[in-house]
Nanobody, 126 residues
Framework: QLQACGGGLVQAGGSLRLSCAAS????????MGWFRQAPGKEREFVAA????????DYIDSVKGRFTVSRDNAKNTVYLLMNSLKPEDTAVYYC?????????????????????WGRGTLVTVSS
C-alpha cells in the first residue's frame, strides 16, 4: 500500500526527491511520515504531512533543507531533500499514521505509524 522510490547516490550539497505512492487504506485520514535509518542506528523521524490540510512537521536537523509535500490527486507524498550532507545517508521509509481522533498529533516515533513501505537507500558522498 506504500511504495517509496527515488533514492540514489548524490554528492554532498546535492538534491534528491523521494516519492511515496499510497493506495487503499493509507489514503485520506492519515498522516504520512518519512523516517530514515542509518547503519547501526535506530529509525528516526524525518518529516510528516497530513493528507487533508497539508500540515507538516520536521526534525530539526532537516528544517530548511527538506520539504515534504503531497499531491492528493496522485495519492503521492514527496520528500524533497536539498543541501544533502553525508549524515543524511540512510534508508528512507514512508509510513502512514491512521488518524483516530480529532485531537490527534503528528507522530514522531515509529510505533505511531500503522503502515510502512519498503525503504529506499539514499547515499550522500563527501
Amino acid at each position: 500500500q506504500l511504495q517509496a522510490c527515488g533514492g540514489g547516490l548524490v554528492q554532498a550539497g546535492g538534491s534528491l526527491r523521494l516519492s511515496c505512492a499510497a493506495s487503499g487504506r493509507t489514503v485520506g485520514s492519515h498522516v504520512m511520515g518519512w523516517f530514515r535509518q542509518a547503519p547501526g542506528k535506530e529509525r528516526e523521524f524525518v518529516a510528516a504531512i497530513t493528507w487533508s490540510r497539508g500540515t507538516t512537521d520536521y526534525i530539526d536537523s532537516v528544517k530548511g533543507r527538506f520539504t515534504v509535500s503531497r499531491d492528493n490527486a496522485k495519492n503521492t507524498v514527496y520528500l524533497l531533500m536539498n543541501s544533502l550532507k553525508p549524515e543524511d545517508t540512510a534508508v528512507y521509509y514512508c509510513a502512514a499514521q491512521k488518524i483516530r481522533s480529532v485531537f490527534y498529533t503528528i507522530g514522531a516515533a515509529p510505533h505511531d505509524y500503522d503502515y510502512w513501505g519498503r525503504g529506499t537507500l539514499v547515499t550522500v558522498s563527501s
